[in-house]
């Protein structure tokens, strides 16, 4: 649902061709020649499905005749079309707000008193004090309300039209939510405001079609992360090459979208890539109910936890592959440590310690020539007595893991479908159980939290019976909720480490795919580790020979060790 918020101003009119009041008239009405007339119009988005009578024209042209008939000075429009009145944070509302407190205004005209707003505390207090106290008469035309007649019987009954004002809202909001609630449970996707990357269907407003030309960006972004690049790196990227930003790409191409154009069209920064990197929508799934507020009054939109965000799977065309997007959001868990020099290492942030397990560490030589450049041990450099070194140059573990690369995908090319049985066996072994385990622990925590649920009902029964204290009543009830929800959030990280372990197969298979991009190669490159290497394990050098000899361990993504040198002796057996 589109949001049309303007906030408009009227010139004051000639009061000599609009208005004529003579002076007893003037003062009599508590306004001065000098002083502006208010006429403050505003229309919500809810509001203006009630019709034509609640318009923003049809209240001008109300308020204009009013002010005419009783002789008003200097009418002035302040106006908000598509505000809510909950919220007094509107912009025609502030200004008059403004110019009243700079003393400028004499009187303040409305249709009623919702049109002012629908919070019956803060309405209250404008009519009661700030209007008073800066002199300004206020008058509700329809309500018969007027500050100027304090003793009048719809003066009295003005706080109970407020609450139901106020209640009004509270209704509509009510029947908003649930609404929405509705929808986004059937999958209907609840953002107005389509993801850079996707157009709207013209046959089917509620689905979304890729855009191709903005899809590229998208893909490149994704391809950037991959390579090591971290936001503000892409952000300079995008910048130099005169990429538009996504708001000056859909300003240009007549799309509507909530942001104001950039005063420069290529001004791309690192929170709008972060934006674009954690959608998850450009997998191809529908995400409702990602925000929340927390009243009609907090219009503020706080982040909801993933388990309670509605995902909805194969919606719509996927922009970036599942595994693309899940890598990318582990790469970006990590930072990546630069050396003085300012410069990166492809490596960093899967490197590990063999022996202790703590990341390593890329640094570079004094003179900062990129083949002095090394990793070593975290731990080591803290407290060189608790983890020997396990240094590495930079050019050796490139080329110890293009090797290893080269082999791996050799050999799929090779001999696939024993690869493929013997990792499917493997991890399964490794899995059944790590299943067993959580299986486990998953139906304990369900047992558990049926019966917390069984002793709410049994506190509760003997509080109100009187058999138990209401601050023993608060103390348990308290326990027993901060366990539930430790329990409940324990129980969706089970079932998606079971639904993980029991789809290995499905992991060997992506890996084959993958691992047959890259037959043949003979360069690494970013992108190529980051979509097949998940981390590399560097062991100590061994010296015993006389000779420095150094071992590494490769873990790939989504099917962990793979055991190459057994592979290796079934292909000369």
């Known amino acids: 649902m589109t949001r049309s918020q303007i906030c408009d101003t009227m010139n004051p009119t000639n009061p ?46 109300m308020l204009l005749q009013y002010c005419k008939e009783h002789h008003f000075p200097n009418p002035l429009f302040f106006v908000d079309d598509g505000y809510s009145g909950t919220t007094y944070e509107r912009p025609g509302f502030q200004k008059m707000l403004d110019e009243i407190e700079a003393g400028k205004v004499g009187v303040v005209l409305t249709k009623d008193l919702s049109r002012l707003g629908r919070n019956s505390a803060l309405t209250g207090l404008y009519t009661n004090f700030t209007f008073p106290q800066n002199g300004v008469r206020y008058i509700a035309i329809n309500d018969n309300y007027d500050t100027a007649d304090p003793n009048s019987i719809n003066n009295d009954f003005a706080g109970i039209k407020n609450w139901f004002n106020e209640f009004y ?96 069209p290529y001004g791309w920064c690192d929170s709008s890539v972060v934006n674009i990197l954690e959608r998850r929508e450009y997998t191809g799934c529908t995400v409702n109910f990602k925000t929340y507020s927390n009243s009609i009054w907090d219009k503020k939109q706080r982040e909801n936890p993933v388990e309670k965000q509605a995902i909805f799977e194969n919606t719509h065309e996927a922009i970036i592959s599942d595994d693309v997007f899940k890598r990318v959001q582990e790469i970006r868990q990590h930072r990546h440590r630069k050396t003085r020099s300012g410069r990166s290492s492809m490596f960093s942030g899967l490197v590990f310690c063999s022996d202790c397990g703590e990341k390593l560490y890329y640094g570079a030589t004094n003179n900062y020539r990129t083949e002095g450049a090394f990793f070593d041990c975290s731990l080591h450099w803290k407290y060189k007595e608790k983890c020997p070194t396990h240094y590495i140059r930079e050019s050796i573990l490139e080329c110890m893991v293009l090797k290893h690369m080269q082999l791996v995908t050799g050999y799929i090319l090779r001999y696939e479908q024993y690869f493929r049985s013997i990792m499917e066996l493997q991890l399964r072994l490794e899995s059944t159980e790590k299943l067993q385990i959580s299986k486990g622990q998953l139906e304990r925590n369900e047992k558990r939290i049926a019966e917390l649920k069984r002793l709410f009902i049994k506190i509760y029964e003997d509080n109100a019976g009187g058999r138990l204290s209401d601050e023993r009543y608060d103390m348990l009830s308290q326990s027993y909720e901060t366990e539930q929800k430790q329990l409940e959030a324990e129980v969706i990280t089970l079932r998606q480490e079971i639904e993980v372990q029991e789809r290995q197969n499905e992991n060997v298979e992506r890996f084959i795919q993958k691992a047959k991009n890259y037959v043949g190669i003979e360069n690494l490159d970013p992108y190529a580790l980051r979509e097949l290497v998940q981390a590399i394990y560097v062991d100590a050098p061994d010296k015993s020979t006389g000779k420095r000899r150094q071992h590494i361990h490769i873990k790939y993504d989504g099917i962990g060790f793979i055991p190459l040198d057994e592979l290796m002796k079934k292909e000369t057996a």
């Open 16 to 61: 000599v061709l609009t208005v004529a009041p003579i002076e007893e008239e003037t003062e009599m009405f508590g306004a001065t020649s000098n002083k502006i007339t208010a006429l403050y119009c505003r229309l919500s988005q809810e509001d203006a499905r009630m019709g034509e009578s609640l318009s923003i024209e049809n209240q001008k042209s």
């Open 169 to 264: 809202a509270r209704d509509t909001s009510r029947k908003i939510r649930a609404v929405q609630k509705a929808k986004g449970e059937r999958g209907v996707p609840l953002t107005v405001n389509v993801p850079y990357g996707y157009v709207k269907d013209p046959e089917d407003k509620r689905k979304w079609i890729v855009d191709e030309e903005a899809a590229a960006v998208v893909r490149r972004i994704f391809e950037m992360c991959m390579e090591g690049r971290g936001p503000q790196q892409i952000a300079n990227q995008l910048k130099a090459d005169k990429v538009l930003t996504p708001t000056a790409y859909k300003k240009r191409k007549g799309m509507k979208t909530p942001q104001a154009a950039p005063e420069n």
